[in-house]
């Protein structure tokens, strides 16, 4: 029987890479760290582990269940002590393969060769995944997205202590033309959450979306925001 792992574990392995990773910054970035968010990289979380990290421009097909040949986005390879990735996807997509990989690499080690499609990010509700594949995604979400991070940057942005409530005035300023989807969202959906991921400006306040700070897709961040309870449920 699989043994699951769960989330705030998984958490605690990411954030114990990201203090190594912090750590070792003076090394993997000689040049110095302009946004902390740049240390957050799958090629140096490798590092950090002493794994070979490659990037390819094609890893190969392989056949998946229905027959049909799909390109490899990323493996494993424990004997040869490497990770690789495929380059020929969105920049988005290959940092969170890797760090899906990364994970692998630290939550599976009976993973000895593995290979991957590519993974896009967080999802809700569109297919089963393994849980093994899920548990190497949430891995990567909390690598490449830290509590304390998004937490803090989501206060900033919106000058406010997390979660954020959404009254009228939050939800006039948000989605000034359907502000009443936001005060009551169907239930379950990610409304709030996709809008607060993707916003690029608050109340006369300018600034890149959470979502491409931390390159990953609008939908990943939203998921991780809720993941963290910083959205008023």
Not at 61 to 81: C, K, P, T
Not at 151 to 164: C, D, G, H, K, N
Request: a negative charge; proline letters at 5%; charged letters at 25%.
């Amino acid at each position: 029987m699989a043994t699951y792992i769960n989330n705030a574990y998984i958490e605690a392995c990411a954030h114990e890479l990201q203090v190594s990773i912090w750590k070792q910054r003076g090394t993997l970035r000689p040049m110095g760290v302009v946004d902390p968010v740049d240390m957050l990289d799958p090629e140096f979380a490798a590092s950090v582990l002493g794994v070979s990290y490659e990037e390819h421009n094609s890893l190969g097909n392989r056949f998946n269940e229905n027959g049909a040949s799909v390109e490899i986005a990323g493996l494993i390879d424990r004997q040869a002590g490497k990770i690789a990735v495929s380059s020929r996807f969105h920049p988005d997509v290959v940092r969170f393969t890797g760090a899906h990989e990364i994970g692998h690499w630290l939550l599976h080690d009976d993973k000895v060769m593995h290979k991957d499609l590519p993974v896009k990010g967080l999802a809700i509700g569109r297919y089963i995944r393994p849980q093994f594949e899920r548990e190497a995604d949430h891995f990567a979400a909390f690598l490449l997205m830290p509590r304390k991070l998004v937490t803090a940057r989501l206060e900033m942005y919106f000058s406010t202590r997390s979660p954020i409530i959404f009254d009228e005035n939050t939800a006039f300023a948000l989605r000034p033309d359907d502000p009443e989807s936001l005060l009551r969202p169907d239930n379950g959906s990610l409304d709030r959450a996709l809008v607060i991921a993707s916003c690029e400006s608050y109340r006369g306040k300018r600034f890149h979306s959470l979502a491409k700070q931390f390159h990953v897709s609008v939908t990943t961040m939203a998921i991780q925001l809720n993941e963290f309870g910083l959205i008023q449920a």
